[in-house]
T-cell receptor, first 114, second 110 residues
């Protein structure tokens, strides 16, 4: 039974560097979501895909952030020119449309920007 | 989640019941969810309730929904040490994104 997986689990980078995270959803799920969670807060929605189409982006997603889901399966989230304020847990979730929209989350990638 | 509010902390004795409360603002919410997060981990879906229901029970978990007051609660019966975690309430208002509260940290003491 494979759930949502994310890679890497932890990333430490220097300010100004680019980072890329990967998410593999549950295989039959057609929707994929990215959220960001900072310390002491709940997750905040960033963007979501239905199949390969990116259908919504939060205003939290600045121009330095880009997400892709090229074949409608795994997704990548890239942050360019990282800033210290980007330090957070990046969570991926997936769901199957029509099944109550229940979102299942991965373990997250914790990013620390020095 | 400025639209979803939860109390921040709850301390409960092992074996007692825990009740975690949540209020939300969007009356168009279709589903309301409870997730559990342990330190350094992702979110684990505990249960959810459709907005036209007022109660759902699943083993030790009971969810109560008062749609008129936009109030959601999660009761955990016979609380165990493994229940210590952060519990998030979330509302699903559209076809996709969830809005989360800041989480309630539950500490179970012996």
């Amino acid at each position: 039974d494979t759930g949502v997986s994310q890679d890497p689990r932890h990333k430490i980078t220097k300010r100004g560097q680019n980072v890329t995270f990967r998410c593999d959803p549950i295989s039959e799920h057609n929707r994929l979501y990215w959220y960001r969670q900072t310390l002491g807060q709940g997750p905040e929605f960033l963007t979501y895909f239905q199949n390969e189409a990116q259908l919504e982006k939060s205003r939290l997603l600045s121009d330095r952030f880009s997400a892709e889901r090229p074949k409608g399966s795994f997704s990548t989230l890239e942050i360019q020119r990282t800033e210290q304020g980007d330090s957070a847990m990046y969570l991926c979730a997936s769901s199957y449309s029509g099944a109550g929209e229940t979102q299942y989350f991965g373990p997250g990638t914790r990013l620390l920007v020095l | 989640g400025e639209d979803v509010e939860q109390s921040l902390f709850l301390s409960v004795r092992e074996g007692d019941s825990s009740v975690i409360n949540c209020t939300y603002t969007d009356s168009s919410s279709t589903y309301l969810y409870w997730y559990k997060q342990e330190p350094g981990a992702g979110l684990q879906l505990l249960t959810y309730i459709f907005s036209n229901m007022d109660m759902k029970q699943d083993q030790r978990l009971t969810v109560l929904l008062n749609k008129k007051d936009k109030h959601l609660s999660l009761r955990i019966a016979d609380t165990q040490t493994g229940d210590s975690a952060i519990y998030f309430c979330a509302e699903g208002t559209n076809d996709y994104k969830l809005s989360f509260g800041a989480g309630t940290t539950v500490t179970v003491r012996a």
